[in-house]
């Protein structure tokens, strides 16, 4: 059974940051490719950004560009989203996703339960 456990949500003030982190066990998840989306209240849940394994290739949403940073650290299982620059409108819950390969990060296929960034203006 795949288990994502995010961490490092919180409150911040707009122009912030904040570090999450998802730690990730269980069969299947060598060389599988790691995510992070968000859901915020009302819309739907969407794609942030995304990891291949060996961390050579890495995918954002247009917004985030330039702002978040995604990372790996296989030695932990644990992939990171470092997120400066914050504002208001990335308030949402995070939720960390796997899927077998950068290529389909999309449409992942093991979730965590999220975490909450709130963002303040």
């Known amino acids: 059974q795949v288990q994502l456990v995010e961490s490092g949500g919180g409150a911040v003030q707009a122009g912030g940051s904040l570090r999450l982190s998802c730690a990730a066990s269980?069969?299947?998840?060598?060389?599988?490719?790691m995510g992070w989306f968000r859901q915020a209240p009302g819309k739907e849940r969407e794609f942030v950004a995304g990891?291949?394994?060996?961390?050579?290739?890495?995918s954002y949403e247009d917004s985030v560009k330039g702002r978040f940073t995604i990372s790996r650290d296989n030695a932990k299982n644990t992939v990171y989203l470092q997120m400066n620059s914050l504002k208001p409108e990335d308030t949402a819950v995070y939720y960390c996703?796997?899927?077998?390969?950068?290529?389909?990060?999309?449409?992942?296929?093991?979730w965590g339960q999220g975490t909450q960034v709130t963002v303040s203006s």
């Open positions: 990891i291949s394994w060996g961390g050579g290739r890495t």
């Open positions: 996703a796997t899927a077998p390969s950068i290529l389909v990060i999309t449409t992942p296929n093991y």
């Open positions: 269980g069969p299947g998840l060598n060389y599988a490719a």
